[in-house]
């Protein structure tokens, strides 16, 4: 009987690389889901060689990874986002596999926060006041407020 030993000799491969830029509002909930995204590997399966762990980087506390299955995760949102904060954000993703030595692959998610408008506008100053004569002339600017809002210029 000849026995045949699987060497690790395949990377894992992520599907669908490279990502397009995702967007997401700022209004976001917690636990939405960004996108999702799998890996395989070519080596013999059910063997150390072929199992996949995955790994993110550059999250910021914003984002975590979620298993969907062993060859698929989602990337959810972990905490809420602030446009006015961070408008980017580019994630890196690490998938392993468990074999000796380990073999990876690695990619870019570019993420882009959108702008919603949250931020109310503010009045320059607190009181203005404008005096009116009494036998004054129609159509006569009184006075000039100003006031200035944080959103981005669309909101």
Known sequence: TISITD????APVIAGVPFPTKTI???AKV?????RFSASDADEPNTPNSQLSFSMTNAQGKFKLVSASPTERRIVLDNTLDYESARNYQLRLLVDDNGSPRMSS?????ITVLDVNDLAPVFTLATYSASVPENGTTAVSLATVSATDGDSTTN
Not at 31 to 35: H, L, S, T
Not at 106 to 110: A, D, P, R, V
């Open 7 to 10: 060497v690790n000799d395949n």
């Open 25 to 27: 509002r700022e209004d």
């Open 31 to 35: 636990d939405d889901v960004v996108m």
């Open 106 to 110: 690695t990619t870019m998610l570019n």
